[in-house]
């Protein structure tokens, strides 16, 4: 298969809910900075005042303050530590737009079809084991003429970024995340569903690490 992200059978959700327990209590103090600028153009991307949003692996919930007070949203995660984070997160900014915080697998959504106005997942096609079965689910789950904003670090293909990324991603199951994560999953998966198209695809601050996409379904 051409396009599999390397090492891809190598984490299942039980790698994810390991790796993400270790995180909780140190992720704030590690990621909230430095990957800010990602969750500042996912939000301002998937935003819909007045409308409901679907925040998929909401993670300690570091983008819902970044959302319009009017805007109603639903965050999901496989991870309760990282949950219990983002209630707190809620409580304690009086954030009463967020309608709930759930547990739930990405790839399986207990949503009926069409229930959101948008998706947005800043920081998480990289982390689902399987993030072709994980977009189905998000184009799924998405009103028509609604929109999948993602951020995530797309892979180098050649050069020393990408013999490192190689590296990293031997490590995969225990760093929780496919760090050779390459575009054409994204681009691939795009192109062979006729109703969603490419709306944006622009890099982003750190140095052009991350990348914003937002993918949009016919309406
Ligand atoms: C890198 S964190 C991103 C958290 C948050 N979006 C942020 O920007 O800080 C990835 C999150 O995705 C969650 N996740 C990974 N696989 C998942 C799955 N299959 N279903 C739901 N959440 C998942 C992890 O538990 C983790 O909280």
């Known amino acids: 298969m051409t396009n599999a992200v390397p090492h891809e059978s190598a984490i299942g959700n039980a790698d994810v809910e390991a790796a993400y327990a270790r995180w909780a209590p140190i992720y704030d103090l590690t ?6 600028p990602g969750r500042v153009a996912a ?3 998937a935003d819909r005042p007045g409308g409901l949003v679907l925040d998929v692996g909401v993670g300690t919930g570091l983008e819902l303050p970044l959302f319009d007070k009017a805007t109603r949203l639903v965050g999901i995660d496989l991870s309760r530590p990282m949950l219990a984070k983002a209630h ?10 967020v309608e709930g915080l759930l547990v739930m697998d990405a790839m399986h959504l207990a949503f009926p079809d069409a229930t959101f106005d948008a ?40 050069g020393a970024v990408a013999a490192i990324e190689a590296w990293l ?5 225990s760093l ?5 994560f390459p575009w054409a999953v994204i681009g691939d998966w ?17 140095f052009g690490l991350f990348t914003l996409t937002r993918i949009k379904k016919a309406g």
Do not use: C
Request: glycine fraction near 6%; charged fraction near 20%; avoid cysteine.
């Open 176 to 180: 929780g995340w496919h760090p050779q």
């Open 119 to 158: 998706v947005v997942a800043p920081y998480v096609l990289t982390v689902v084991p399987d993030p072709r079965a994980s977009l189905d689910e998000w184009a799924r789950v998405v009103k028509p003429g609604g929109e999948i904003v993602l951020v995530n670090h797309v892979g180098a293909e050649r």
């Open 43 to 45: 939000a301002a991307a």
């Open 190 to 206: 795009i192109a062979a569903r006729p109703g969603m198209t490419l709306a944006e695809r622009r890099p982003l601050a750190p």
């Open 169 to 173: 991603g031997r490590r995969s199951a």
């Open 88 to 97: 707190a997160r809620v409580a304690s900014k009086r954030l009463n737009q």
């Open 31 to 36: 990621f909230a900075l430095v990957m800010r």
